[in-house]
């Protein structure tokens, strides 16, 4: 199935603002987090320490994606 | 109220919608553009937000602090895009009967904004490159 990513600030140095990922069905965001881990191997330690949203809601690592889903990996906050 | 925003953030505009009748304090803080960070020299600040989750996260922020503080005003708005040095990148009002309620929930938003919310910085340095925080 394919779900829609959408990156933000430090992350757009490993992959484009958003894109299209293919993932097996009753992926998590786990299993997404280990395919984009392969895919840039650079971008392993940032993506540890994101949070994740499904259509905007923050969602758990065990939370399985529905195709069709955004996606939005979101780098630790530096506002202010 | 708008909590993100491309504009220019004008504090005397907030401060003239934070005066309240009930408020003997009105506490006002603006997160500004530095010039220096790590001892290098930086040029511009520019802001990026999950839009949508960013307005929603701040006025999840600004219930919480009205609900722990008696405020008669709580504000917080951050800017996105290029901000120039001086200039402010987030500004926080409260107003509350007394100071130390003012004083003190003013310092919990702007906390909980810098840590929680889906907002990110990128500094541009006068030797020519630029990082994300």
Same mark, same amino acid.
């Given at each position: 199935?394919?779900?829609?990513?959408?990156?933000y600030?430090?992350?757009?140095?490993?992959?484009?603002?958003?894109?299209?990922?293919?993932?097996?069905?009753?992926?998590?965001?786990?299993d997404m987090?280990?395919?984009?881990?392969?895919?840039?191997?650079?971008?392993?330690?940032?993506l540890?320490?994101?949070?994740?949203?499904?259509?905007?809601?923050?969602a758990?690592?065990?939370?399985r994606?529905?195709?069709g889903?955004?996606?939005?990996?979101?780098?630790?906050?530096?506002?202010? | 109220?708008?909590?993100?925003?491309?504009?220019?953030?004008i504090?005397?505009?907030?401060?003239?919608?934070?005066?309240?009748?009930e408020?003997?304090?009105?506490?006002?803080?603006?997160?500004?553009?530095r010039?220096?960070?790590?001892?290098k020299?930086?040029?511009?600040l520019e802001?990026?937000?999950q839009?949508?989750?960013?307005?929603?996260?701040?006025?999840?922020?600004?219930?919480?602090?009205?609900?722990?503080?008696?405020?008669?005003? &709580?504000?917080?708005?951050h800017?996105i895009?290029?901000?120039?040095?001086?200039e402010?990148?987030?500004v926080?009002?409260? &107003?509350?009967?007394h100071?130390?309620?003012?004083?003190?929930?003013?310092?919990?938003i702007?906390?909980?904004?810098?840590e929680?919310?889906?907002?990110?910085?990128?500094e541009?340095?006068?030797?020519?490159?630029s990082?994300?925080?």
């Amino acid at each position: 199935m394919e779900i829609n990513v959408r990156t933000y600030a430090a992350l757009k140095d490993h992959f484009t603002d958003s894109f299209r990922l293919n993932v097996s069905q009753d992926s998590t965001i786990d299993d997404m987090k280990k395919k984009l881990k392969q895919i840039k191997p650079s971008s392993a330690d940032l993506l540890e320490k994101c949070r994740f949203a499904i259509n905007q809601e923050f969602a758990a690592c065990a939370a399985r994606l529905t195709s069709g889903d955004t996606i939005d990996i979101l780098p630790p906050s530096s506002g202010g | 109220m708008v909590h993100i925003t491309e504009k220019k953030i004008i504090i005397d505009e907030l401060v003239q919608k934070a005066h309240h009748p009930e408020a003997g304090a009105l506490v006002i803080f603006s997160g500004e553009a530095r010039n220096l960070h790590d001892g290098k020299s930086v040029t511009m600040l520019e802001y990026e937000a999950q839009v949508e989750m960013a307005e929603k996260s701040i006025e999840d922020i600004l219930e919480l602090a009205r609900n722990r503080w008696p405020l008669k005003i &709580a504000m917080a708005v951050h800017r996105i895009g290029k901000v120039e040095i001086s200039e402010p990148a987030v500004v926080v009002v409260t &107003a509350a009967a007394h100071r130390k309620e003012a004083y003190e929930a003013n310092q919990f938003i702007i906390d909980q904004i810098k840590e929680h919310a889906p907002i990110w910085k990128k500094e541009s340095f006068a030797d020519g490159n630029s990082k994300w925080q």
